[in-house]
């Protein structure tokens, strides 16, 4: 058996972190769909000494030829110690969600440089790394805020062209407890038709990792079966090989991934 995507689910599952989880919800209810929160992941501040070292990289952003982010979530975290953009400094992004968070901020093409893949299939290190002017880069300072534990895909692909490359952390990602409330709700979900929004690897690996909790024999294959919507191609990689057999791929975007819910309602 798998999930039935001829007709609209009971409910639409959002995993992000909660507060983007909760900007997602209302335009998920505006389609007339159900939203239910259901963090994966939980977005934390550094400790101290971290939270030093993103002030002492951000009060030096001048002596940068280009500051990266890669996620919305950095983007938040870095502006917390900011009043403005310096000029000159051009900005790399990896998706629509980091677009959307630094014009949050007062800050698009009209007031900075921003550099972003140019596929809407290929929002990642890989695709912002493409889209880069890697001889104009050469020999000069990038810096590269990130969470905690980030890949270093693109750190090393730049040090290979000849950019001096520098990361910061900006903010740490853990699994939320298993509460009791949190256990009761998953094992409502697993019996209901619902369909799960999943915007991570990690985020799938923490749900996987939870559901022993719920003590249901059956309850990975009842996962299995949801549907899932993904943005990324790496992420429904992760959920084909975990074993999920409806796995919608969108592309990067808000718009993309509610087209693709419209597209059954």
């Known amino acids: ?8 689910p009971s409910a639409v599952v959002i995993t992000r972190p909660l507060a983007q989880a909760e900007a997602l919800a209302p335009r998920i209810a505006a389609l007339g769909l159900r939203p239910v929160l259901f963090p994966l992941l939980e977005i934390h501040a550094l400790a101290p000494d971290g939270g030093n070292r993103l002030q002492a990289a951000l009060a030096h952003l001048g002596d940068y030829a280009m500051a990266m982010f890669v996620s919305p979530n950095a983007i938040d ?4 110690h900011l009043d403005a953009w310096p000029a000159g400094v051009a900005i790399g992004i ?30 990642d290190s890989e695709g912002l790394l493409a889209a880069l002017d890697l001889p104009a880069l050469q020999d000069r300072r990038v810096l590269i805020v990130r969470g905690q534990a980030g890949r ?25 407890p298993p509460s ?3 256990i009761a709700q998953l094992r409502t979900l697993l019996e209901s038709d619902s369909c799960w929004i999943i915007t ?3 985020a799938l690996r923490n749900l996987l990792q939870l559901l022993p909790e719920t ?23 992760t959920a084909r090989l975990a074993g ?12 993309r991934l509610l087209a693709a819910l419209q597209s059954d309602s």
Request: charged share 25%.
């Open 152 to 176: 270093d895909f693109l750190s090393e692909a730049l040090r290979r062209a000849g950019v001096q490359v520098e990361h910061v952390s900006a903010y740490r990602r853990v699994a939320p």
């Open 244 to 255: 999920f057999s409806c796995v919608t791929l969108t592309g990067s975007g808000d718009e």
């Open 94 to 123: 990896v998706g629509a969600g980091s677009r959307a968070a630094l014009a949050r901020h007062g800050v698009d093409q009209s007031n900075a440089r921003i550099i972003a893949p140019l596929l809407a299939e290929k929002t």
């Open 1 to 8: 058996m798998t999930a039935d995507t001829t007709r609209p």
């Open 77 to 80: 975290a870095a502006f917390h």
């Open 200 to 202: 991570s690897s990690e």
């Open 215 to 237: 003590a249901l024999d059956d309850a990975v294959v009842k996962m299995q079966q949801k549907r899932i919507i993904v943005p990324h191609p790496r992420i429904a990689e």
């Open 180 to 182: 009791p409330a949190r």
